[in-house]
């Protein structure tokens, strides 16, 4: 028996080196020293009311550079505060997926008064997600809610304004002055 709980060992052992080589081989294998776990958003399921706010619309990042410097919008990036920091929209806040509701309840302040919020991430659907829970959650009927299709990928192949540098209200958050 011992011999038999040596060998399944040596064996498990034995898969886990070769698949630490393989994925360190790969390209596209995960980085094992910036790893992060992905952060999971759901948003809450349920439809339209009459009277509620209108439905997230998707648009192209050319149709949403118009709404930049416009003072009745607000854009918000999703992404990890890490990847915000490489690149963002000029003037975008960050209000990422896994926002506590402090966070979410100031960006709802930010947008006291404006009638339109482009939300944008890695991709379209991290950003519709997000943008959902802020449709349910603020439930205006006045506030036009946009998500940028394709994301900040698409936004920054389309050569549109970006800014780097780490979000203010990140590091305010953990007790860091920028």
């Not at 034995?14 to 910036?34: D, E, I, Q, Y």
Request: with cysteine.
């Amino acid at each position: 028996m011992g011999s038999l709980v040596t060998r399944a060992a040596l064996l498990l052992g034995g898969s886990m080196a070769l698949g630490l080589v393989v994925n360190t081989v790969r390209p596209g294998g995960v980085s094992l020293r910036s790893f992060a776990p992905p952060v999971l958003c759901t948003a809450a399921p349920g439809g339209t009311q009459p009277g509620a706010a209108p439905p997230v619309l998707v648009v192209a990042p050319a149709d949403a550079v118009r709404l930049c410097g416009d003072p009745d919008t607000v854009i918000a990036d999703v992404r990890a505060p890490t990847e915000f920091a490489v690149g963002h929209v000029s003037g975008a806040i960050h209000l990422p997926c896994a926002a506590s509701g402090s966070v979410a309840d100031a960006a709802a302040g930010q947008l006291a008064g404006r009638h339109t919020l482009v939300v944008y991430g890695d991709d379209t659907a991290d950003a519709q997600v997000v943008a959902d829970e802020m449709r349910r959650r603020l439930g205006r009927a006045d506030l036009r809610i946009l998500v940028l299709a394709g994301g900040f990928p698409a936004w920054s192949q389309a050569g549109l304004a970006c800014s780097s540098g780490p979000c203010p209200d990140c590091q305010a958050q953990k007790g860091i002055t920028p």
